[in-house]
């Protein structure tokens, strides 16, 4: 069903027959981003309208306190209905994103019972971000946890606290040991992070907790392909890092991809490591935003991130930006980095460069030199 025929449920583009003279801008995706594009959106005269496949906006940068039972999912995800309560003009959406025809600006999406609905739009904004790469290897997604939704951090808290709850009922001090084994596949922020987590849980946290077992003796593996742990940061950074880090007791190991991971864990330089549990926090991709905009494999980076102008708009459609993770936006001639502030900040310049365009206002400048 189209939308612009049934109406009710979500606003449609504005130049209709029947349709108020409010513009209507689609933000796909509620994360930081979508979240900040619609909050300096709040003043503008038109209708939002924000889709999320999920319900709740997900803080990720606290994921690993949840998947070491730090804290409740609860805590880092907030419902987005909520966040926009008091903002009149953006109405909240719960679907799958299934493409966009930027040629008759529409979205379309899987709504529940009703199967597809095309949702017109006057300004788009993707704002999907990425999601886990196995680099190919998707054989190993099953026995390699990810940690990218409320879901894979609550899967991870009972994968490890389940590993420690096995090894103490285990008899054999073989199998107690594989057990009590963690693995880390990748060594970038969100590994490093896991790792002195898992560190801390063990060695800290569940020192007193059992009676058979002791959580202390935990084995740690951090595994990397490349040269050294935290590769998009400065060595010395890193290095100071991974320092800490042996001194926590994770043992780190650089310079050998990951062969092969099973239900018993890993094979990395022809070495068997058997653990409790694999976690993968090797690497990212950027969800479909290429392909629903016609871009891939063109319009985009080495990795599959939308290349976008100044103003992160796309390439020959104006009314089209591409924000946070997912675009590929250089600054001093090197890729903006998949952090939150870069998102937030891309976010809110889109809402204000949109206001300004329906305002008929010149659009906040964004040159060659504009900082993220
Ligand atoms: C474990 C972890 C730790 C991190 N730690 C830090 C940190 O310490 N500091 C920092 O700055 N950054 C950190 N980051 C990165 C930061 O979270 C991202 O840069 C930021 O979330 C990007 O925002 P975004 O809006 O581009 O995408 P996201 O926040 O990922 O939001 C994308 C949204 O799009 C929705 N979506 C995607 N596809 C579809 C679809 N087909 N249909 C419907 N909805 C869809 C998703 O549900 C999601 O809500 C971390 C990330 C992770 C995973």
């Not at 704002?127 to 990218?148: I, M, N, Q």
């Not at 020192?207 to 590769?231: C, K, N, Q, T, Y």
Request: proline share 5%.
């Amino acid at each position: 069903m189209r939308e612009t025929e049934g109406r009710g449920a979500f606003a449609t583009r504005t130049g209709g027959e029947h349709e108020p003279a409010v513009p209507h801008v689609v933000i796909l995706g509620g994360g930081f981003g979508g979240l900040a594009t619609a909050a300096a959106l709040s003043r503008a005269p038109l209708r939002v309208t924000l889709v999320d496949r999920k319900n709740h906006h997900l803080f990720q940068p606290l994921l690993y306190q949840v998947a070491t039972a730090g804290l409740a999912p609860g805590d880092i995800a907030a419902s987005i209905r909520q966040v926009f309560r008091r903002q009149a003009n953006v109405t909240v959406a719960m679907a799958e994103i299934e493409g966009v025809d930027p040629g008759a600006r529409q979205v379309r999406l899987a709504v529940p019972e009703r199967g597809s609905v095309l949702l017109d739009y006057d300004f788009l904004v993707v704002a999907t971000g990425v999601g886990p790469s196995y680099f190919g290897h998707d054989e190993f997604a099953p026995f390699a946890l990810c940690l990218k939704t409320v879901e894979d951090a609550t899967a991870v808290r009972g994968a490890v606290l389940g590993a420690f709850e096995r090894a103490e009922l285990q008899a054999s001090p073989a199998e107690r040991r594989d057990l009590l084994t963690f693995i880390l596949v990748g060594a970038g922020p969100t590994g490093v992070e896991m790792a002195g987590a898992l560190a801390e849980l063990a060695r800290a946290t569940l020192v007193e907790d059992f009676r058979r077992i002791d959580p202390g003796s935990s084995r740690i593996v951090l595994l990397e392909a490349g040269p050294r742990i935290l590769p998009t940061f400065h060595a010395s950074l890193a290095e100071k890092v991974h320092r800490r880090l042996e001194k926590m007791g994770v043992e780190i190991r650089c310079g050998r991809a990951v062969e092969l991971v099973d239900e018993r864990g890993v094979e990395v330089g022809g070495e068997r490591i058997d653990a409790g549990v694999v976690l993968w926090t090797a690497g990212v991709k950027p969800s479909p935003a290429a392909a629903w905009l016609g871009v891939a494999g063109k319009g985009t980076d080495r990795a599959g991130r939308v290349e976008v102008e100044a103003d992160l708009s796309l390439a020959g459609h104006p009314e089209v930006f591409v924000v946070g993770d997912v675009s590929a936006r250089q600054q001093d001639g090197r890729q903006l980095p998949g952090v939150a502030q870069v998102a937030i900040q891309g976010g809110r310049h889109v809402g204000r460069t949109i206001a300004a365009r329906v305002a008929g206002r010149t659009a906040p400048g964004c040159g060659s030199g504009c900082r993220w």
